[in-house]
């Protein structure tokens, strides 16, 4: 599930999100504040290497049904990918923030 745009639906996700084995939620920063980020390609890959689930999330979060075990994600926004290493744990639901920098007035924040 992929979902969060607007205030009502960032809630209804942050409530839904402890039912789930997975979060992953989305976000730009600059030297301004931080703004959640949509139209993030998404890859979730089990310890073998294998892509599980590859989608672009409409909104700043991704909700994910796992198995429990050991995952790396990529997250690509702007060109930009960061990978991070989930472990998704037996009863207790994983969470993951990617956040970028954005470039400000030439400058990186």
């Known amino acids: 599930m992929s979902r969060g745009i607007g205030r009502e639906e960032s809630r209804a996700i942050e409530k839904a999100s402890p039912k789930w084995p997975l979060t992953l939620e989305s976000a730009t920063k600059d030297r301004h504040g931080a703004d959640f980020a949509a139209d ?8 073998r290497g294998h892509a599980l689930l590859q989608t672009v999330s409409t909104g700043p979060f991704v909700l994910a049904r796992l198995s429990p075990g050991h995952y790396d994600v ?36």
Do not use: M, Y
């Open 40 to 47: 993030v390609n998404v890859v979730i890959r089990d310890a």
């Open 74 to 109: 990529d997250a690509t926004f702007d060109r930009k990918t960061l990978n991070k290493t989930v472990v998704d744990s037996e009863g207790l639901p994983a969470k993951a923030l990617f956040l970028w920098s954005q470039q400000v007035g030439g400058q990186h924040s």
